[in-house]
């Protein structure tokens, strides 16, 4: 064999052991050690074949290609491989972000739940939108002409406001003022001169609502057995009613009449009691102050009773010397 065959079959043997060799790398790395899914995203944001792939932060894989999707070109399919045993669940969401600001895009995964389904190798992840930088310039162009227009209805509108807080504030002023103060002074000056003028009524008023009251409870506890016996009464003659109706219809208005001139008589007495109180304490102040002349008159006559037949009384007895 000449040496440019022996030369040529050495390439051929290095290509083939090249390829196997990569073919050999990819499949462990990317089939045997690793489980692919796929994710749809309406913008990429950037990434591309080897991105990162962070599982609640923690880098679990990389992105195996980026594509239009054959459905749809409108929205991008983006398979990708990680770990396994990472637990991708129904409820973990796709995104692609950074980690800092200057850093390069990756695909983020959440955690999801522990209790959803775990999703099997080749089943597609839900995903969320990314905002492009593109979109936030938008809006915070969207953001500034705001705020040009609320500067300028606040430039419009501030010295209204201002005005009218300075009338409020002159208003308050005038209310504050020394000459209000000393008027509201004296008006609390006069209401507690009044209170205290009327606390001795007040409290005498109060005094006899109190007695008013204990004398309707003794009245009315008084009426209770009157009331008892009638229920007895009522109950007792129940088999008879029919016959005797009118007799005891006449009668209970005869007793309601008299329970009537009781009350009016009650409200009398207690009436002319009220009204003739101040007379009734000087009677009976006057009693007391005749019972003790009386009791006077008696302890005289007990130590004195020739008082009764002398006008004089006889001259006291000289002790003999």
């Known amino acids: 064999m000449s040496l440019e065959a022996k030369v040529g079959v050495f390439v051929i043997v290095s290509l083939l052991v090249l390829g196997a060799t990569v073919y050999f790398v990819r499949t462990t ?3 045997r050690g690793q489980v692919v899914y796929t994710t749809y995203l309406r913008y990429a944001g950037g990434v591309a074949d080897g991105t990162p792939v962070l599982f ?21 399919e983006i398979t990708f491989a990680v770990k396994a045993g990472t637990p991708v669940n129904e409820e973990s969401i796709a995104r692609v972000g950074g980690v800092t600001l200057m850093s390069s895009p990756a695909l983020f995964l959440t955690s999801g739940s522990n209790n959803a389904r775990r999703l ?14 593109t979109e936030i310039a938008a809006r915070f162009a969207t953001l500034a002409d705001s705020a040009n227009d609320v500067m300028m209805l606040l430039k419009q509108e501030v010295p209204a406001v201002t005005g009218e807080a300075r009338a409020v504030l002159a208003n308050l002023r005038e209310i504050s003022g020394t000459k209000n103060q000393k008027h509201v002074e004296a008006i609390l000056a006069e209401l507690n001169t009044m209170v205290r003028r009327e606390s001795p009524k007040i409290a005498h008023i109060t005094e006899r609502m109190t007695a008013l009251a204990g004398h309707a409870d003794e009245l009315v506890v008084s009426v209770q057995p009157l009331v008892a016996n009638l ?12 016959a005797v109706r009118e007799p005891l219809t006449r009668d209970l208005a005869e007793l309601q009449r008299t329970l009537e001139n009781a009350r009016a ?33 008696s302890e005289t006559l007990k130590e004195r009773p020739w008082n009764l037949i002398r006008t004089t009384q006889p001259p006291d007895r000289k002790v003999p010397r």
């Open 231 to 242: 229920d007895h009464a009522v109950t007792n003659v129940s088999t008879t009613v029919d």
């Open 265 to 297: 008589l009650i409200d009398s007495v207690r009436s002319v009691v009220g009204d003739n109180e101040d007379d009734i304490h000087q009677t009976v102040r006057s009693l007391q102050t005749a019972s003790e002349n009386v009791r006077l008159l």
């Open 120 to 133: 099997g190798p080749g089943e597609s992840v839900r995903s969320q939108e990314a905002v492009s930088q």
């Open 56 to 76: 609640a932060g923690i880098r679990v894989g990389q992105v195996a290609s980026v594509r239009p999707s054959a459905a749809d070109p409108t929205r991008i």
């Open 29 to 31: 790395q990317n089939v």
